[in-house]
């Protein structure tokens, strides 16, 4: 290796700890904000010292309350921090996602939303609630059937998008479009035809995607999935690049595509299952965080996959509050907002790519 390389590497080492920690303050930040914007305004220092009294109690330790209201605990503890904190791992993750899926079928388009995942984990999700099934699987039951839903959308759709012996573009989006409205359909058929008149409510609301009602029982499973997940797919940030640099290149770096593929396929589904089982289908995180990092520091998966985890987590961090406050007191479900963001993006990058062929003809 010589000098002027490992120079450039030590570079680029030294640009990403510098995104990282820039990032990693400005999600803090953005936490802290989050947590005390809201018709109740609570200033940044209380709303930290309300956290740290909640965490000493819990911890046993005898804290004497400051000068702040039961309401005001009640706010910042049980109904904004668990809120803000899901919002960031769900942010976090659909980026991870959106980021492997995107190398793993060599389409900047790919999505678990746009590519019917997402709506397979509703299928999944919305089936264990009106029929009660997996009920032997307890609290494990929804996201269990939204993880099965979600594998099954994901091998319809590479089957669909799989011909002559490769993974085509145009068929993976159309076949994706199609399996997404046919199980919409079927979401919506199951909670039409349910004896549950409150369960057509609910699930509305949970379809378009909402972080309300967070509660602390429920962020262990995606927190625990998230690190886990970010870490394999870390370990495998070299078969990323290859897989994105196409199938022969991939083989000729040793890459066993078809393997990778299909742990990968699993790996996405069942972090979109369980986050779907969660929030609901929350729409075009994947698709817009990925290309506003490797806008930021290339394409090498190595800088991306943490990049975009922390992109992911400030974005829908910053759309939640925007749903919470906009239009209050009526609060809309973060699904609609990250829509009204992601259609106007999907369409930039459908002209860019349009744009970009007509100059390589």
């Known amino acids: ?45 209380q709303a930290w010292l309300i956290t740290a009294h909640e965490m000493g109690t819990r ?3 005898d804290l ?3 000068d702040w209201s039961p309401a005001q605990s009640q706010i910042v503890w049980r109904v904004r921090m668990p809120r803000v904190l899901l919002a960031a791992l769900v942010g976090a993750g659909l980026a991870l996602v959106g980021v492997a899926m995107q190398a793993m079928v060599r389409n900047p388009l790919a999505d678990p939303y746009l590519l019917g995942v997402s709506s397979g984990a509703s299928v999944g999700a919305v089936s264990v609630i009106a029929f009660g099934m997996l009920a032997f699987a307890g609290e494990l039951a929804l996201p269990l059937g939204a993880f099965g ?39 919506s058929l199951i909670v039409l035809t349910a004896d549950q008149r409150e369960l057509a409510n609910s699930v509305l609301t949970w379809t378009l995607g909402s972080l309300a009602g ?28 290859a897989l994105l640099s196409g199938e022969e290149s991939a083989a000729t770096l040793g890459v066993d595509t078809t393997r990778t593929r299909r742990w990968l396929f699993v790996l996405v589904s069942l972090v979109t299952g369980v986050l ?42 910053w759309v939640d509050v925007f749903s919470r406050i906009a239009f209050a007191p009526a ?31």
Do not use: K
């Open 214 to 241: 967070t509660r602390w029982d429920e962020l262990g499973l995606p927190a625990g999935l998230l690190v886990i997940g970010a870490g394999l797919l870390l370990t495998q940030a070299r078969a990323l690049n």
């Open 276 to 317: 779907v089982a969660l929030t609901g289908p929350i729409g075009f995180v994947g698709l817009i965080v990925p290309h506003v990092t490797r806008m930021l520091v290339g394409a090498e998966h190595r800088r991306v996959l943490p990049v975009a985890a922390l992109v992911g987590a400030i974005f829908l961090v």
């Open 64 to 66: 004497q309350p400051g």
């Open 1 to 45: 290796m010589t000098t002027s390389t490992t120079l450039a590497f030590a570079l680029q080492r030294r640009q990403l700890a510098l995104w990282l920690a820039a990032l990693l303050a400005l999600l803090l930040v953005s936490l802290t904000l989050a947590i005390t914007l809201g018709p109740v305004r609570i200033a940044p220092q």
């Open 59 to 61: 911890l046993g330790m």
């Open 331 to 361: 609060e809309v479900p973060v699904g609609v907002i990250t829509s009204l963001l992601g259609g106007p993006f999907f369409a930039w990058m459908l002209c860019r790519r349009n744009a970009r062929e007509r100059l390589v003809a």
């Open 149 to 187: 839903g979600a594998l099954a959308a994901c091998v319809a759709v590479y089957f669909l998008a799989y011909a002559n012996g490769q993974l085509q573009a145009t068929r993976l989006i159309l076949g994706g479009v199609a399996i997404a409205y046919c199980l919409g359909g079927i979401t």
